[in-house]
C-alpha cells in the first residue's frame, strides 16, 4: 500500500506560442493597476519584456521596470525592488527572466505584505501573510522558479544563499511561452537544461517522492533525454523550446513537493563562494552524486539510465543503474559542458568551507542516502 503523501500545485500554467499575451488581461483579471516588471538588462536589450509592456498598458496597467537582476540575485537587490515598487505605487508583480528575476521578484513580494528584514523568514513556512500577486514569464527552462514554492537570494556578506519556502511564494500564474527562449544563448541553454533535468532526476530518487512526484519527475526525464540536446542546438526551435518549458515546470512542481538531494545541498555554496552558475555546478555534480547514491536506490536509477538511452537489464539491478552516470557524462559531452570544477576556479583549500556550507543548507535531508560533512568533501574532491 502506498503511504500517506501530501501534493501541492497552485500556480495556474498558460502555455503555447504568444501566451505572454495574456499578461495584461490576468494582471487586469487580478485587480492590477499598476504593475512592476522584474527583470534584467540582457532580457529588456533582446526585446523580450516589450510585447508584455505592451500588453499590460493595453489592459489599463501602469509600468514600472526593475532591470537590476543579476545571476545570484543579492538581499540589496530585494530591498531597491521592494521600495521602487512602494514608492510608485505597484499593486502587482510580473517577473520576466530566469530563474534570478522571478526568485527576486517572490522576495520583492514577500516584503510588500510583510515587514523587513528578508533573512528573517529564512527557512520553511516562516511568511506570515501572502505575497503580492505574482504572474511569473519565465525566458529559460531551468529552475522551474515559476512554478516553485521557493527563493533563493545572495546574502553576500556570507559568501551565503538563503533559501525562503513557502507556499505563499508560489507564482500564481506561469505563462509558458516558448517565444520567449528565442533568444537564450545556446551555452545557458545547456547549462540550464542540466538544472532542470537535476531537479528531476533529485525529486525522483527524493525520499519524500510521492508517486505524483514520480509521474511528473520521470517524464520530466524523458522529455529532457529527447529534447534538451536539440533545444540546445536551436533555442528558437518552438517546438523543442515548448517541449523543455514543459519538462522544466514538471521537473519544479514534481522537487517543489519532494525536495531535492545532495547536487542541490553541493551546487549552492559553489554559487555563493565562486559565484558559479547553478546549472553549470549541477551538471559536474550530478554524475558524481548519482555514483555515491546508487546503492541507495538502484531501481529507480536503472530507470533513469534506461529514459536516457542506456541499455539496461529486466530486473533493473543495480548493474544496469551504474549507466547512469555515463548517461549524463555523454550528454555533457554532446552539450559542451565542462566535468570539472577545477577547471572553473574552484580551489581545494576552499572544499572544507564549502562541505561545510552543503551541510547547512539542509537540502540533503532528503537525499536517499545519508551524507555528512566527510562525504561532502570526498565528493567535492572527486569533481576537482
Ligand atoms: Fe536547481
Do not use: W
Not at 15 to 41: F, H, M, N, Y
Not at 60 to 87: A, C, F
Not at 162 to 186: E, H, N, Q, W
Not at 235 to 245: C, E, F, G, Y
Amino acid at each position: 500500500m502506498q503511504g500517506s503523501f501530501y501534493y501541492a500545485s497552485p500556480t495556474r500554467i498558460i502555455s503555447g506560442l504568444g501566451a505572454k499575451e495574456r499578461a495584461g488581461q490576468e494582471a487586469r483579471d487580478a485587480g492590477g493597476t499598476k504593475a512592476l516588471i522584474v527583470t534584467d538588462k540582457g532580457v529588456l536589450n533582446a526585446g523580450l519584456v516589450d510585447e508584455v509592456i505592451d500588453s499590460l498598458r493595453k489592459a489599463g496597467l501602469g509600468v514600472v521596470i526593475y532591470d537590476k537582476v543579476e545571476t545570484n540575485p543579492v538581499l540589496s537587490m530585494v530591498d531597491e525592488g521592494h521600495q521602487l515598487y512602494r514608492s510608485e505605487g505597484c499593486d502587482i508583480l510580473v517577473a520576466v527572466g530566469g530563474g534570478s528575476s522571478i526568485d527576486l521578484a517572490k522576495a520583492i513580494g514577500v516584503l510588500t505584505n510583510n515587514p523587513g528584514p528578508l533573512v528573517q523568514y529564512e527557512g520553511a513556512d516562516k511568511i506570515p501573510h501572502p505575497i503580492s500577486y505574482l504572474i511569473a514569464i519565465p525566458t529559460a527552462a531551468g529552475t522551474g522558479a515559476e512554478v516553485t514554492f521557493s527563493a533563493l537570494i545572495t546574502d553576500p556578506d556570507r559568501h551565503y544563499k538563503i533559501s525562503i519556502r513557502s507556499f505563499y511564494l508560489a507564482p500564481r500564474v506561469a505563462i509558458l511561452d516558448p517565444g520567449m527562449l528565442k533568444t537564450l544563448p545556446s551555452h545557458i541553454a545547456a547549462m540550464t537544461g542540466m538544472d532542470s533535468l537535476t531537479h528531476a532526476i533529485e525529486a525522483y530518487v527524493s525520499t519524500s517522492a510521492s508517486p505524483i512526484t514520480d509521474l511528473l519527475a520521470f517524464e520530466a526525464i524523458n522529455i529532457s533525454a529527447a529534447s534538451l540536446e536539440r533545444f540546445v542546438a536551436d533555442p528558437s526551435n518552438p517546438s523543442a523550446a515548448s517541449l523543455m518549458q514543459l519538462a522544466c515546470a514538471y521537473a519544479g512542481m514534481a522537487f517543489a513537493n519532494a525536495r531535492l538531494g545532495n547536487v542541490h545541498a553541493m551546487a549552492h555554496p559553489l554559487g555563493g563562494h565562486f559565484n558559479l552558475h547553478h546549472g553549470l555546478a549541477c551538471a559536474i555534480l550530478l554524475p558524481r552524486v548519482i555514483d555515491f547514491n546508487l546503492n541507495s536506490s538502484p531501481h529507480k536509477y536503472a530507470k533513469i539510465a534506461l529514459a536516457m538511452g542506456q541499455q539496461v537489464d529486466e530486473d533493473l539491478s543495480l548493474e544496469s543503474a551504474k549507466s547512469a552516470s555515463q548517461a549524463i557524462y555523454s550528454l555533457l559531452e554532446t552539450l559542451n559542458l565542462p566535468t570539472k570544477l577545477g577547471e572553473l576556479g574552484v580551489t581545494t583549500d576552499k572544499i572544507p568551507v564549502i562541505a561545510r556550507d552543503a551541510v547547512t543548507t539542509g537540502i540533503h535531508g532528503t537525499n536517499p542516502r545519508l551524507t555528512d560533512f566527510g562525504d561532502f568533501v570526498r565528493l567535492y574532491e572527486a569533481c576537482m
